[in-house]
């Protein structure tokens, strides 16, 4: 029996998460992109640079994809995030006011990266999160009726049976089996013998929604293989990947009812509900929030900015900007036709009342609604993503603008290269002084050989970036001398010099390394996990798929879901299928 507010208090790790995806037709080809090998570029590798893939890829090898023996590769088994567990709950029983436990509100999803161990904290938010949600399911006597109707003279238990056998499958997204039929209505049993059917329906979904079978996102898979290292994943396993994947959230009746009559088993079935969800509000925004995950933006509402210097800087602001980031995104996927280039050479800037003074312009020219103008600026100053206020200021120091940060992001996030660790002994950041500009202090990093091998990859990108300082505003001096945008790309497949953001914009867009990055900053967002040398051919099929669409990010969704691996997940060690 499970003691009422202790039921699995540490939650137990069985199954594999997140492998990669379906198989398709076998195929060869270098990893990297589209485009063959390039030589001398990061597809190439470099000393301490990683190529568009990492590992393997980085090697420009040529890889055959072997469809009748996919390895899927290891892959964590994933915890709900915040996010995630909130949208769950209030999806299955309708909305709860969790801020008592959760004050802070959605915290910034995992963006391919390993989750952090359990702590107390958690245990103690998962208990309070599971004792308000059961609470407020059977104080509303419709809810209660709703998701576990018990008719008048019928037997309670039978009740709470049936309960478990129907919606249970929701709140686990796979059925109960017997075993476990039994000790969840021992707990039942504890709570309805002294406060009968509701108390015991009570004590039974604190303990369900403690349990790690709701707080992960178990993979076991089936005992159909596919070769030596991997089986298929069963149809509630696939219906649970593709509503996290797309919404974020628990599968819903459909996926459910799918996954019930095994209709969710091919890449055909997985493509069909895909397509389908892709029409829901939450799958229509899912590309807009992917970039605004993979910018950051989570986090602007935190970023803390020196109040003498940037004055301006304020709650309002911020949260105007992040509204003008989901405009930008939404005419880049509906109007410009979702591609690649254009979000990151759009002349298009979108201004209010708020964001105005960002540009110059004053707040009374706007709408006093605070709504958003389109405007354009074909003076080379607005380079889609990369002159993004909000991508600016999250890419900046507190107190300046940053280059090191904004070339950083460049080389790891659209070139998908590993800078090479710092040197054991750091020196100090060259200090701030009135009339010397930014670009100034940063020449050191030319001459001091302990700084130069990380910063000449990062300086000569990040100057591009100095017409905007560190709210994201446009200046044309700095220090009260002019700006010097001028910069060089090295170790790419687009290398050479470049002045202000609309060339460096312009040489990414071109860049076949930066499109194969970009799929691949999809992957580990979708996935919820890094990639790993094994996840090559399913990369490789993304970035055809996504280069013949001319780059359109829409089709990142389609393209992922059939890739080689996303059907299944790897046999154990030593197991059998």
């Keep these: 029996m499970f003691a009422p507010r202790k039921f699995l208090r540490v939650p137990w790790c069985a199954g594999m998460m997140w492998t990669a995806m379906a198989a398709t037709a076998g195929c060869t080809g270098y990893v990297g992109g589209p485009s063959a090998q390039l030589s001398g570029t990061a597809g190439g590798g470099a000393t301490g640079v990683g190529g568009a893939f990492g590992g393997a890829a980085s090697s420009g090898a040529l890889v055959t994809c072997n469809a009748t023996a996919p390895d899927p590769g290891d892959a964590p088994l994933a915890r709900l995030t915040q996010e995630q567990y909130l949208n769950t709950v209030n999806d299955l029983f309708g ?25 107390g904290s958690d245990l103690d938010h998962y208990q309070r999160a599971s004792e308000a949600v059961a609470a407020s399911v059977v104080a509303n006597t419709s809810t209660l009726t709703k998701i576990a109707p018990c008719a008048l003279g019928a037997d309670p238990r039978g009740c709470a049976k049936a309960f478990l056998q129907g919606f249970g499958t929701k709140i686990y997204r796979a059925p109960i089996d017997a075993t476990d039929l039994d000790r969840h209505l021992a707990l039942y049993d504890a709570g309805a013998l002294n406060g009968g059917y509701a108390h015991g329906m009570q004590l039974l979904l604190q303990g369900m929604l403690q349990s790690s079978r709701f707080l992960y996102r178990v993979e076991l898979g089936t005992t159909a293989a596919v070769g030596a290292k991997a089986v298929k994943l069963s149809a509630y396993e696939l219906a649970a990947r593709l509503s996290y994947g797309l919404w974020n959230t628990t599968p819903d009746d459909a996926l459910i009812a799918a996954a019930t009559a095994g209709s969710i088993s091919t890449a055909t079935d997985v493509n069909s509900q895909l397509q389908r969800m892709l029409k829901d509000p939450r799958g229509a925004t899912m590309v807009s929030h992917f970039l605004s995950s993979w910018i950051h933006l989570p986090g602007l509402g935190g970023l803390a900015k020196d109040a003498t210097i940037y004055s301006e800087w304020n709650a309002a602001l911020s949260n105007a900007m992040l509204a003008q980031s989901t405009s930008f995104f939404n005419d880049v996927l509906t109007n410009k036709g979702g591609t690649l280039a254009s979000l990151l050479t759009s002349q298009t800037v979108f201004m209010n009342n708020k964001t105005a003074l960002l540009y110059g312009a004053p707040a ?25 206020p909000a ?20 080389r790891e996030q659209l070139f998908c290269q590993e800078l090479p660790s710092p040197p054991a002994t750091v020196p100090p950041a060259p200090e701030v002084t009135p009339g010397v500009s930014t670009r100034e202090r940063l020449a050191e990093h030319e001459v001091n050989a302990s700084c130069a091998a990380c910063h000449t990859m990062m300086d000569p990108i990040g100057f591009a970036f100095e017409d905007y300082d560190g709210i994201g505003r446009y200046r044309t001096t700095d220090a009260g001398k002019p700006i010097d945008t001028s910069g060089t790309l090295t170790m790419t497949d687009v290398d050479g010099p470049f002045t202000g953001i609309a060339q460096l914009g312009a040489k990414l867009a071109a860049s076949p390394t930066v499109e194969a990055c970009v799929g691949k900053q999809w992957f580990r967002y979708a996935m919820g996990r890094a990639e790993q040398d094994v996840d090559a051919c399913s990369l490789q099929a993304m970035s055809t798929t996504f280069h013949a669409a001319g780059g359109d990010l829409r089709t990142l969704p389609a393209a992922l879901v059939q890739t080689p691996a996303f059907l299944y997940r790897r046999i154990a060690q030593g197991s059998n299928p």
């Design 95 to 119: 909305t709860v006011d969790l801020t008592s436990v959760y004050p802070s509100g959605l915290s910034a999803s995992q963006f391919g990266l390993a989750q952090a161990d359990v702590d």
């Design 364 to 388: 009374t020219s706007m709408p006093a609604d605070g709504s958003f103008q389109a405007s354009s600026r074909s003076d080379g100053t607005a380079s889609g993503l990369l002159t993004l």
């Design 391 to 410: 991508f600016l200021a999250t890419q900046a120091k507190a107190s300046e603008s940053s280059p090191i940060y904004r070339g950083k992001f460049v």
